[in-house]
């Protein structure tokens, strides 16, 4: 039972148009995070919510928009996409702070987005 | 602007020697810094990590060491296995939610 699973896995999609990218996490964690991978391997934190309240928000294009709708899911809505668009995307959660391993993130696999 | 280095993208080691990775940070306000690994096609998983008020954590073949004075941590691997070769990623927490990550050293463990 996969504890933060991001759909879809690959994505391969136009110039200009509009994409989601999906994620949600089974460990009960309180905070869930967008990182952002490019093609020179940098792992790059983007947004940040914890308990639905967006508490990170690194300067990232608008055409970005997360969206919690509850603790356990963070989805990313992408529009008017881009080629420096194509990244790895990984969505990842980590436990409240002060808890048990609550500085640890868990990561998900990874959403693979390649813009044409 | 690198917070986190990582100056080597790649190291080969023979199975059963030890593997050194290094790491580098310019923020001496960084108090906790990890260490993930990752294979092709997944996610970053956690392996190690370590508070700024110690300048050591082991657990079984892997060893992380902090030195703060220059701004260093390094990880240790002994013996290194086949199943170690992937990517490496240090990192360290600027803040209570912000994690910023160095680039990654490959790993190969020649069998």
């Known amino acids: 039972d996969t504890a933060v699973s991001q759909t879809p896995k690959y994505l391969v999609t136009q110039m200009g148009n509009d994409k989601s990218i999906k994620c949600e996490q089974n460990l009960g964690h309180d905070t869930m995070y967008w990182y952002k991978q490019d093609s020179k391997k940098f792992l790059k934190i983007m947004f940040s919510?914890?308990?639905?309240?967006?508490?990170i928000n690194e300067t990232v294009p608008n055409r970005f928009s997360p969206k919690s709708p509850d603790k356990a899911h963070l989805n990313l809505h992408i529009n008017s996409l881009e080629l420096g668009d194509s990244a790895v995307y990984f969505c990842?959660?980590?436990?409240?702070?002060?808890?048990?391993?609550?500085?640890?993130?868990?990561f998900g696999a990874g959403s693979r987005l390649t813009v044409l | 602007d690198q917070q986190v280095k990582q100056n080597s993208p790649s190291l080969s080691v023979q199975e059963g020697r030890i593997s050194i990775l290094n790491c580098d940070y310019t923020n001496s306000m960084f108090d906790y810094f990890l260490w993930y690994k990752k294979y092709p096609a997944e996610g970053p998983t956690f392996l190690i990590s370590?508070?700024?008020?110690?300048d050591k954590n082991e657990d079984g073949r892997f060893t992380v060491f902090l030195n703060k004075s220059a701004k260093h941590l390094s990880l240790h691997i002994v013996p290194s296995q086949p199943g170690d070769s992937a990517v490496y990623f240090c990192?360290?927490?600027?803040?209570?939610?912000?994690?910023?990550f160095g680039t990654g050293t490959r790993l190969k463990v020649l069998a």
């Open positions: 990192a360290a927490m600027a803040g209570t939610y912000k994690y910023i």
């Open positions: 990842a959660s980590s436990p409240p702070h002060g808890g048990i391993g609550a500085n640890v993130l868990t």
């Open positions: 370590i508070s700024s008020i110690k």
């Open positions: 919510y914890n308990n639905k309240e967006l508490i």
